[in-house]
Every structure is written in C-alpha cells, then in structure tokens.
C-alpha cells in the first residue's frame, strides 16, 4: 500500500493541525496504522497508532491529551489531529502501515511509510 502524507506547515505555539495519510492500492481492513516524528539530531519516534480491530488507540505520553488519531475506512485515510502544539512538536512526522490487527510502537513492525510532512512550531 501506498501511503501519501499531507497537512503539514508553519503554526505558533498553542494552534492546531490536522495531519492526513491517504492509502491508494488497497482498503485499509486489517491494517495497523501509526504516526512516527523525527525532530532535526534525534530518532524517529512513536507518536500514535490505532487499528481496525476496535482495540483503543495508543498514544506517546509526550502527545497524550493534545493529539487525536483516527481513521475514515470509506476514504482510506487515517488522521492526526494535533491541538496545542509546542515547539518540541517540530518535526518530520511520517505516517506507517502494517497488515495486522493489533499495533506495535516500534518503527520495524511497519512495512508501509510516507514521504514525511513537516511541522514547524514557532515560539
């Protein structure tokens, strides 16, 4: 599957954003689907994941409270939502696939990634 990510940009402190990650090539039944980030000098990180099985999503305790995953079947595209954002939510965020039920916090369960998309917050 093909994972195209959009929604990305420029926001100050405290403003939202709404992420996007399309599938073309197959329905996303059975799939766990997950957002990573990686900030400029640090490793990509676990931001949250959910899964088609009903199971409640997981989140990073750094985003837990401001952001919001979730999924649209019809439309094949998983969202994250992302209110009051800080500064150290600056980063690539790359949106992640895996044929399974259940989801993993690891970035090598996934099989499926996207380009990217940039956050910028600014101060």
């Known amino acids: 599957v093909q994972l195209v990510e959009s929604g990305g940009g420029l926001v100050q402190a405290g403003g939202s954003l709404r992420l996007s990650c399309a599938a073309s090539g197959r329905s996303f039944s059975n799939y766990a689907m997950a957002w990573f980030r990686q900030a400029p000098g640090k490793e990509r990180e676990f931001v949250a994941a959910?899964?088609?099985?009903?199971?409640?999503?997981s989140y990073a305790d750094s985003v837990k409270g401001r952001f919001t995953i979730s999924a649209e079947d019809a439309k094949n595209t998983v969202y994250l939502q992302m209110n009051s954002l800080k500064p150290e939510d600056t980063a690539v965020y790359y949106c992640a696939g895996a044929q399974s039920r259940t989801y993993y916090f690891t970035e090598s369960f996934y099989d499926s990634w996207g380009q990217g998309t940039q956050v910028t917050v600014s101060s």
């Open positions: 959910i899964s088609w099985s009903g199971s409640s999503p």
